[in-house]
Nanobody, 126 residues
């Protein structure tokens, strides 16, 4: 099992930036892919981004492409989400998740990820 702890959320004005971090412990970090999801009030949890074990492959939701950047530091057991040009519609609780490749499914499906953090709130004011 893996423990994931997100940080870096907060309140920011539209057009601003935030960097989220997710610290992992309990399993060798470089052996699994990581993803970021978000959930706005009254909505389903949705895919934001994913990064492979060695950072060679990344995916982004169309809604954040060109504005968000995912990265990871395997030496620090941490994955990051740099969020620029934030919009009010980016307001949500952001979750990081670990994919141990034990489940099937697509990279953008919540079902593919086995461990989840508790989430960090991001609020973008207009």
């Amino acid at each position: 099992q893996v423990q994931l702890v997100e940080s870096g959320g907060g309140l920011v004005q539209a057009g601003g930036s935030l960097r989220l971090s997710c610290a992992a412990s309990g399993r060798t970090f470089s052996t699994y892919a990581m993803g970021w999801f978000r959930q706005a009030p009254g909505k389903e949890r949705e895919f934001v981004s994913r990064i492979s074990r060695s950072s060679t492959i990344t995916y982004y939701a169309d809604s954040v492409k060109g504005r968000f950047t995912i990265s990871r530091d395997n030496a620090k057991n941490t994955v990051y989400l740099q969020m620029n040009s934030l919009k009010p519609e980016d307001t949500a609780v952001y979750y990081c998740a670990a994919d141990f490749d034990q489940y099937g499914g697509t990279y953008y499906s919540t079902d593919k990820y086995e461990s989840w953090g508790q989430g960090t709130q991001v609020t973008v004011s207009s």
